[in-house]
């Protein structure tokens, strides 16, 4: 270890997302004076679930906020319940063998880590895009994936790539019967579903789309029109939900970026890896980042902690990046021959082979906090 590492950083995290947050937490826990500052005139998360998977939960436990985490998560079996648009079952969970998922409505899970801070600690309508703004000896900048940190460091990488089009939806307590989790593939979309604490459930609706941007009148009534002759529980499902519950969005992801450091700056979450959502890995590894980064700067001064924090992460944010990019598009292909190929060889899969598949991404192992 070269240099003194000092005692207790002045640390700035830009962007209060779940990426910022832990952040946050994991550089308080490990002594540092931190400030995080978020554009957003309120600190909210959208209405929306989202799945943590082994790896998140494990940082989380390290950073000893795991079982007050999953309190607000119900277990979700969607890794291991496959079915086809036209309702066939390819595979079933089955206890014991297959690993169930925390899943999560977003906000509640955003309130969750926010629990864990000082309110005084996080300044809202603060939005800073240059770091010689910043009076600190190390920035985090969790600022997502349009991250003006990013822009600013690496004018040269190239801009958020579009992948898909993507649906999402929350249902209010008991508006719906009891859903178990699934994951519905189709011919050029999919359709997730994770039940929520509380009677409610989430789902996903990503679908093969040319040109980024389309929108429509009645995002409700597209989303109804296309899962028409999928499964009743689908359908059900998407029925009973508000129609202005229902979200929009293109799907984006990120070129692997040449460096996650720049001086005293380190990307991180979105801003650093955008992925697509098919491996329910983008916060993940956003958390993963975060345990990290505050190991990092607690063992090294803070030249040498960034330069530990990019060797280890962007290897694994690169490989990230290629399996869910190579998810995403068979998640979203229209080719009829690969939906017929996945629908004769997933259920011959052993679950070994399945569980090896995401063993790289789910065993991961944090530092010690
Ligand atoms: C459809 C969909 C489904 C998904 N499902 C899952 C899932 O199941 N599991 C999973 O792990 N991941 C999932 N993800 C990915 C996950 O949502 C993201 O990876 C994660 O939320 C990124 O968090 P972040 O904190 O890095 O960025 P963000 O959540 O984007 O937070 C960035 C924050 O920075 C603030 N900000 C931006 N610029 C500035 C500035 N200049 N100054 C100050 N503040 C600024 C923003 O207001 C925002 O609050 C999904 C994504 C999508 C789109």
């Known amino acids: 270890m070269k240099g003194t590492v000092k005692a207790s950083l002045k640390a700035t995290v830009v962007g209060g997302g779940i990426g910022g947050l832990t952040a946050a937490i994991a550089l308080r826990r490990t002594g540092h004076d931190v400030t995080v500052l978020e554009r957003a005139p309120e600190l909210r998360e959208i209405g ?16 000893g906020i795991g079982e007050r985490v999953r309190k607000h998560s119900a277990p979700s079996e969607v890794t291991g319940t496959l079915r086809t ?33 000082p309110e005084t600690l996080v300044h809202t309508g603060t939005e800073v895009i240059d770091p010689s703004e910043v009076d600190a000896d190390v920035i985090v900048a969790a600022d997502g994936v349009h991250s003006g940190f990013r822009h600013r460091l690496f004018p040269a990488a190239p801009e958020p790539g579009f992948r898909y089009t993507a649906w999402r939806g929350v249902t209010e307590p ?18 997730m579903i994770h039940p929520l604490p509380g009677g409610r459930a989430c789902w996903a609706l990503g679908a093969a789309e040319s040109t ?25 499902l998407v029925a009973a939900t508000g129609p202005d519950a229902v979200l929009h969005n293109d799907i984006l992801d990120l070129d692997p ?60 944010a690169a490989y990230v ?49």
Not at 174 to 191: D, E, H, L, W
């Open 174 to 191: 008991g508006a719906a019967p009891p859903v178990r989790s699934s994951f519905t593939m189709g011919r050029g979309a999919y359709f």
């Open 212 to 236: 980024p941007g389309a929108r429509y009148p009645s995002e409700h009534a597209e989303v109804t029109r296309r899962v028409a002759d999928w499964p009743a529980e689908t359908r059900e």
């Open 257 to 316: 970026l040449p460096a996650f450091t720049s001086g005293r700056v380190a990307l991180l979450g979105d801003a650093a890896h955008a992925v697509p959502p098919d491996l329910g890995q983008g916060a993940c590894q956003a958390i993963e980042d975060a345990v990290v980064l505050a190991a990092s700067l607690r063992d090294h001064p803070v030249p040498e902690a960034l330069a530990a924090y990019d060797a280890a992460r962007r290897p694994r």
């Open 85 to 117: 648009s036209s309702g066939r079952f390819l595979r079933r969970f089955r206890e014991g063998r297959d690993e169930p998922l925390a899943a999560f409505h977003r906000a509640e899970l955003y309130s969750a880590l926010l629990a864990e801070l």
């Open 321 to 369: 990046t290629k399996q869910a990019r190579g998810k995403a598009v068979a998640d979203t292909s229209s080719a009829w021959w690969l939906h017929a190929l996945l629908t004769v060889t997933v259920p011959l899969m052993p679950a070994s082979v399945i569980r090896g598949q995401a063993a790289p991404l789910w065993d991961w192992t944090p530092p010690v906090l």
């Open 48 to 63: 929306a679930g989202l799945s943590l998977a082994p790896n998140a939960m494990r940082a989380l436990d390290a950073l």
